[in-house]
């Protein structure tokens, strides 16, 4: 389960691109601040191609540097 704190705080004016390790094994691409919102109890993630994913923070394994160019899902 991943602190939502930790993802809050990778949203900052100086953002670098990410990604969300999901506990599955997928991994979903952060590329700018406008493709996440982070609520008390969910995160929701937009791609490129306006596809939207709901996760709930227990599958959020970890966080990674850099975003890869397509989701892993």
């Given at each position: 389960?991943?602190?939502?704190?930790?993802?809050?705080?990778?949203?900052?004016?100086?953002?670098?691109?990410?990604?969300?390790?999901?506990?599955?094994?997928?991994?979903?691409?952060?590329?700018?601040?406008?493709?996440?919102?982070?609520?008390?109890?969910?995160?929701?993630?937009?791609?490129?191609d306006?596809?939207?994913?709901?996760?709930?923070?227990?599958?959020?394994?970890?966080?990674?540097?850099?975003?890869?160019?397509?989701?892993?899902?």
């Amino acid at each position: 389960m991943l602190d939502l704190r930790h993802l809050r705080d990778r949203l900052v004016p100086d953002f670098r691109p990410f990604t969300i390790r999901l506990s599955g094994g997928g991994a979903l691409p952060v590329p700018h601040p406008d493709f996440i919102a982070v609520g008390r109890g969910f995160v929701l993630l937009l791609d490129h191609d306006d596809r939207s994913y709901r996760i709930d923070p227990l599958h959020n394994e970890s966080l990674g540097e850099g975003a890869p160019n397509s989701n892993g899902i």
